[in-house]
């Protein structure tokens, strides 16, 4: 297992679609490993395969809360509901963060590191974060979806804020 070099926009091979994956082998699941070590140390909740330099549709969601981490290979979105404006943000546009509308419900389908066919229904955040990574492996961006950017001086004061309503 390694950390890898997060590729950072601009970066051809972040607009580029990615290839469907066939092989379901040692590398895929190397790749995977690798995957999931570069977004734990760089604090992402979710990464896909081309942020790391692979053209290909793989993508993992683990918004920690000591859930299992979501390996999604192939992702399709079968069924969407609701809608939601939040904050995102991307290990691929350090320091940028923008609101973003997406369903607030999804259903998907996609195959494990096995191969295996699997069904998965998200709500919320963890939805967001899914409808994320699956963009990234259409070549598409967040950025091309803000409606508002949030500057960093506004993103410490609703962390403030968030961290006195806890208390
Ligand atoms: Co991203």
Do not use: W
Not at 9 to 35: G, Q, R, S, W, Y
Not at 78 to 96: A, K, N, Q, R
Not at 146 to 155: G, K, N, T
């Amino acid at each position: 297992m390694a950390i890898r070099p997060i590729v950072v926009h601009p970066n051809e091979i972040l607009t580029t679609k990615c290839k469907e994956v066939v092989n379901f082998d040692d590398k895929l699941k190397a790749l995977l490993d690798d995957m999931y070590d570069t977004m734990v140390a760089s604090d992402g909740i979710g990464i896909a395969a081309p942020q790391v330099g692979e053209a290909i549709q793989v993508a993992i969601v683990d918004l920690g809360e000591g859930q299992e981490v979501i390996e999604m290979i192939n992702p399709e979105i079968v069924e969407i509901g609701g809608s939601e404006i939040e904050i995102e943000g991307c290990l691929s546009f350090p320091d940028v963060y923008g609101e973003v509308e997406r369903p607030f419900y999804v259903k998907v389908e996609a195959q494990d590191r096995d191969g295996a066919l699997y069904e998965l229904q998200a709500e919320d955040y963890e939805a967001r974060a899914i409808l994320h990574e699956i963009d990234h492996l259409h070549g598409v961006l967040f950025t091309s979806k803000v409606v508002r950017y949030v500057d960093l001086e506004e993103m410490e004061r609703l962390a403030e804020e968030q961290e006195e309503e806890t208390e």
